[in-house]
């Protein structure tokens, strides 16, 4: 944070709507963080110290690293590094059991297929291929089939920029950007549950997200559907509390899963309705948007498109799932969209680019 505070001076390089988009983030973001003051010190806790409460909201101030390219020589050299202790790592799950923390830790790998797999050495290439192996496993050992679908949107992205033609590859992701906004608008006008017995008829799986819609919007005022409850705020989970006592009272198992007062939810578009509301969610989904459109109809070098696709798939899957939080997936995303911001770094040829970028 202190690093992205030192260059604040680099907004002036960018237009004034995008410096004007970046204040009202921050500003929102902070306003959401002050909501969850209080004079109990568990609550200062969970707001420093939660991954997914206040700090989550002001990630955006990492934008900022993105507007000097050449921190991304530092970060794409951490990453490798990161990767190895992570293979090391992983040579002990048997013994030490995986959860989410595994997940935020390996899930970059995604972001280095899409961006910086092609800049590195022979050395850090069979690392990320490791690295893979890792992710799959504790993937597959942790049930947690979003990631297979993370992977394979990246799979796509790669696959059709590696084989179809330029033109017909804009046409494409023309079209997925609008199918992904009339999906959304779907959602949020029509209901959740109505989008997905539509898929449901065409494709059979599991469906675990429709009652987080359905209880969520329910349960907020109109006031707090606008501004949201606050870093700290939660909701009541009508499903979980009989998921609860099915378990308990009929079954008589032990009950492992979230308590029914929830302080995140798992789809991350309404965890920013939850915590700052829909002005939240429109502020994030606008910035996504519009550092997508830049990065791949703007540009002039793979670099940038490149990082216009990771913006592109932290976008659809968050529709499904990744919460805003402070962790790598999201320091990598903000900074994404700062280098993307950047109108001299999108009008840079490949060459140019090539010369600033040195972490192979």
């Not at 969610?281 to 519009?290: A, G, S, V």
Request: proline fraction near 2%; charged fraction near 15%.
């Amino acid at each position: 944070m202190y690093l992205s505070i030192r260059n604040l001076h680099l907004l002036k390089k960018i237009p004034v709507t995008v410096q004007l988009l970046f204040y009202l983030l921050i500003f929102w973001g902070i306003v959401t963080l002050i909501r969850g003051f209080s004079f109990t010190l568990q609550d200062w806790v969970t707001n420093f110290g939660n991954v997914y409460m206040g700090i989550a909201w002001l990630t955006p101030f990492t934008l900022l690293l993105g507007l000097k390219i050449e921190n991304w020589n530092v970060i794409l050299k951490v990453i490798p590094f990161a990767f190895l202790l992570m293979i090391f790592t992983c040579l002990f799950i048997p013994y030490l059991g995986v959860n989410e923390e595994w997940i935020w830790l390996l899930r970059p790998v995604n972001f280095v297929f899409l961006v910086a797999f092609c800049y590195y050495n022979f050395t850090n290439k069979v690392k990320v291929f490791l690295v893979l192996l890792c992710y799959i496993s504790v993937a597959y050992l942790d049930s947690r089939r979003l990631e297979f679908l993370y992977l394979l949107l990246v799979l796509f992205l790669l696959t059709m920029d590696k084989i179809i033609a330029l033109n017909i590859r804009k046409l494409i992701l023309r079209y997925i950007l609008l199918g992904f906004l009339l999906v959304v608008t779907l959602i949020f006008t029509i209901g959740y549950e109505y989008v997905s017995d539509y898929i449901a008829s065409y494709i059979e799986f599991q469906d675990s997200r429709t009652f987080l819609f359905t209880e969520l919007l329910s349960e907020l005022s109109f006031t707090e559907k606008i501004v949201g409850r606050g870093s700290l705020g939660t909701y009541y989970s009508d499903f979980i509390n009989h998921t609860r006592s099915y378990t308990v009272n009929i079954l008589k198992k032990t009950w492992w899963g979230d308590d029914e007062t929830r302080i995140t939810i798992e789809v991350g578009y309404l965890q920013m309705i939850l915590k700052g509301g829909f002005i939240m969610f429109f502020l994030q989904i606008t910035t996504y948007i519009y550092a997508i459109r830049l990065a791949i109809f703007k540009s002039n070098n793979k670099f940038i498109k490149r990082l216009g696709y990771y913006i592109l798939t932290i976008t659809i899957v968050s529709l499904v799932e990744f919460r805003p939080a402070f962790t790598v997936t999201f320091i990598l995303l903000w900074v994404s969209i700062g280098t993307v911001f950047s109108k001299k770094y999108r009008d840079m040829s490949d060459l140019e680019i090539n010369k600033l970028l040195k972490f192979k």
